[in-house]
Every structure is written in structure tokens, then in C-alpha cells.
């Protein structure tokens, strides 16, 4: 899964990314000429439980990229424009991050003079809808010339599709809000559209503002989120302050501050269920390893998130749910207890099963 971290000029981008992946960039590195990427471990408190448990001689995480994307510019007019390196770098994001300044400072002016969250998340809102217009146009035209000579059927079918995206957009609404069913997301995937992105808010508040989070979420709420939009709260100056400590010391300052949960677990829980995402797991002597598979897939599913020769070869899975395996201790006493079971390829995977998939 990859997602990137896009917003305003000093909304507090770089900010977050230092503070979710615990890197630091240099501060010259932190001008706007470089799209920054790294690799989240997903903390998972089940796996370092099972870890316990199984005493592995390895431990792996699921994993997220994460991309601190650059590229957005001022127009002469003020109006934001995104560049080519921008649309290059989100076109392949599952899902965006849009950091909204809420912090003010003297020293760090907001590029339009004042903070204003509503304000700017429409701005970005148009903007992403103003760009998936100038591509849906184009594809239309295109699309119509070819019928015109060609007579494809298959692209006769793409063109009602697009009608229906022009619509939405003439309307000022974001693709995320046309409800497109798998196969119509699969036709406008190569497109490089940005509204039809999941997109998670993620507003940027100083400490000052710790017991502000809840009515600022309350005042998105009244504005209706589109569809497949989630908004969070989260600290950035201080909590990539605390990101250099350890994770107990830093917890011990998040509670004086009152802030409840960090940025990097917030935005993984609203990213994973934004995204629809669940985990699984496979443990052993070698290994315990945390996996992230889509609700709803199946063992074969699975197994092919692993290997796709396992998801070619699946013969059947073994697997027992998290907690009766918790509550069991072994797998041998899950399988006496009756809470072991074998399924085929068919088994929907729910959140949290222990799997051990045999193959051929
Ligand atoms: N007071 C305060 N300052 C912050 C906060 N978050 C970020 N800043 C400061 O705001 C400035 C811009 O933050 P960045 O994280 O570089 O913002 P950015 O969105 O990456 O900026 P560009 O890449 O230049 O568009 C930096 O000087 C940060 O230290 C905050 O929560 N409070
Ligand atoms: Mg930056």
C-alpha cells in the first residue's frame, strides 16, 4: 500500500512524514524541490503478542510507503496548480493524506495570510476536480474520435462511463462520490485522476489547541465529508518532537499534553479502514509476520499476498482466529479445543486469523 502526504505549501507535510516514519530530513532537503518517500512499520499490538508467544527468530511488521509529495504551486492568480512531478507521484498512491494547517505562527506564514480550514480543503477540492475534468475532457474526445473510425466496443462502453465522470465533476462534486462499482474503477485507473482518490484529512494543530480537536472534527462533520473521506487530528511540531524519543517516554508527555493517540497510530487505523484493509498472520518458529489483505478476500486471497505460487498451488489453509488462539496458547490445543479448523480456498479471512497455508 502506498499513500502520500499532499497539501498546501507549510501546512505541515514534511512535518508529518518525519514524525510517521521517524526519519529526519535535512532541513535544506525540506524545500519543495523533492518528493521524499519511506517504508512505515504497521505497529500491530496482536504481533508482538504472538512474537511473545512463538519466540521467532524474526519479526516482521506489515508495511506501508509513505511519500511526502512535492510539486504544488502558486499560480500568478493564486490559484494553486499541480505540477507534472506531482500528478507522477500520486498517480499511483491508494489513498492521499491532505494536511490542513490549523497551527498559526508569525514565523511560518500561511500562504494565503490567514488559516481558514474550510477554506482550503475546498481550494484543494477544486483543484483535484479541475484537473480530473481537463483529463476526463480529453479522454472524451479521443474516445469519440476512435469509435468514429474504429467502432470498439470496448471503447463504446468506456464512453458512458466517462459521461457519467463529467457529470459529477461539471457538478463540482469529487469522483470519490460516484459510487463506480470495481470494474469501472479498473477502466479509470490509468488515468491519473485525483478525486476519485480516498482521501484522509489530517488537520495540524500546535499543543495549544489539544481541546480544540473535537469541535474543529465536528465542524467537517456539519460539512458533509464525501464519500471515502475521513479527518483526523494530529500535532505535528510537537509529536515529531516526541518521535525522537521512546515510545514510553514519549507517551508519558503525550498524556501531559492530553493528546490521545499518536499521529502514526491514528492515521494507520483511519487508513486501514478508509481503504477497507485487514491483517492476518503467519507465525512459526522462523517467523512471525503481520500481512494486510482487503475485507472480504479468501484463503486463496491470502495466500497469494504471500506467494503467488501459493495462491497457483492453494491445496487448503489451516487457521484458527486470534483470540481463540490467544485463549488456546498452541496450536495443538486449539486443534484439541476444536477452535483449529481447516478450510479451502473459498474461506473469507476475517481480521486477526493466524494462517498456515499448505500448497502443492
Ligand atoms: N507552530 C507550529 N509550527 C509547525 C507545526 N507543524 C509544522 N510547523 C512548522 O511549519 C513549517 C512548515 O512545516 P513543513 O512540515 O515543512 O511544511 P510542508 O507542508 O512540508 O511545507 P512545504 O514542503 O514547504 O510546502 C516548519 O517550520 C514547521 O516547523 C505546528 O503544528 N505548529
Ligand atoms: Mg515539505
Not at 530530513?25 to 519511506?38: C, G, K
Not at 470496448?154 to 469522483?175: A, D, F, G, V
Amino acid at each position: 500500500m502506498q499513500i502520500g502526504i499532499v497539501g498546501l505549501p507549510q501546512s505541515g507535510k514534511s512535518t508529518l512524514f518525519q514524525t510517521i516514519t521517524k526519519t529526519h530530513l535535512d532541513p535544506s532537503a525540506m524545500s519543495r524541490v523533492e518528493t521524499h518517500q519511506a517504508i512505515i512499520k504497521v505497529p500491530d499490538e496482536r504481533l508482538d503478542i504472538l512474537t511473545g508467544i512463538f519466540n521467532p527468530k524474526k519479526k516482521t511488521n506489515a508495511t506501508i510507503e509513505v511519500l511526502d509529495v512535492v510539486g504544488l504551486q502558486k499560480g500568478d492568480s493564486g490559484s494553486t496548480q499541480f505540477t507534472s512531478n506531482f500528478l507522477s507521484k500520486v498517480k499511483n498512491n491508494d489513498a492521499l493524506i491532505q494536511v490542513v494547517r490549523l497551527f498559526k505562527s508569525d514565523i511560518v506564514p500561511h500562504p494565503d495570510g490567514s488559516v481558514n480550514m474550510i477554506r482550503d480543503i475546498d481550494s484543494f477540492e477544486t483543484e483535484f476536480i479541475i484537473s480530473d475534468l481537463t483529463i476526463i475532457e480529453k479522454r472524451i474526445e479521443t474516445v469519440k474520435k476512435q469509435v468514429q473510425k474504429t467502432n470498439d466496443d470496448k471503447l463504446k462502453r468506456e464512453l458512458p462511463l466517462l459521461e457519467k465522470c463529467y457529470q459529477i465533476l461539471q457538478e463540482e462534486k469529487p469522483l470519490r462520490d460516484a459510487h463506480l462499482s470495481n470494474d469501472e474503477m479498473k477502466i479509470l485507473n490509468s488515468f491519473q485522476l485525483l478525486s476519485i482518490k480516498p482521501m484522509l484529512i489530517a488537520l495540524n494543530l500546535d499543543e495549544s489547541q489539544v481541546n480544540e480537536s473535537t469541535k474543529y472534527l465536528d465542524e467537517l462533520t456539519k460539512k458533509k465529508l464525501s464519500t471515502h473521506t475521513k479527518a483526523l487530528c494530529f500535532f505535528g511540531k510537537i509529536e515529531q518532537e516526541l518521535s525522537e524519543l521512546s515510545n514510553k517516554e514519549a507517551q508519558v508527555f503525550m498524556n501531559e499534553y492530553g493528546i490521545k493517540e499518536s499521529a502514526l497510530n491514528s492515521i494507520i487505523r483511519e487508513a486501514y479502514d478508509l481503504l477497507g484493509l485487514q491483517s492476518f498472520f503467519t507465525c512459526g518458529e522462523q517467523e512471525c509476520r503481520a500481512w494486510t489483505i482487503k475485507k472480504g478476500s479468501t484463503a486463496q486471497d491470502a495466500a497469494g499476498e504471500i506467494h503467488t505460487d501459493f495462491y497457483n498451488k492453494f491445496i487448503r489453509a489451516e487457521t484458527v482466529g486470534y483470540d481463540d488462539f490467544i485463549s488456546a496458547g498452541t496450536f495443538a490445543k486449539a486443534k484439541e479445543n476444536g477452535t483449529w479448523r481447516l478450510e479451502g480456498k473459498e474461506y473469507v479471512v476475517k481480521d486477526g486469523d493466524l494462517l498456515i497455508i499448505r500448497h502443492g
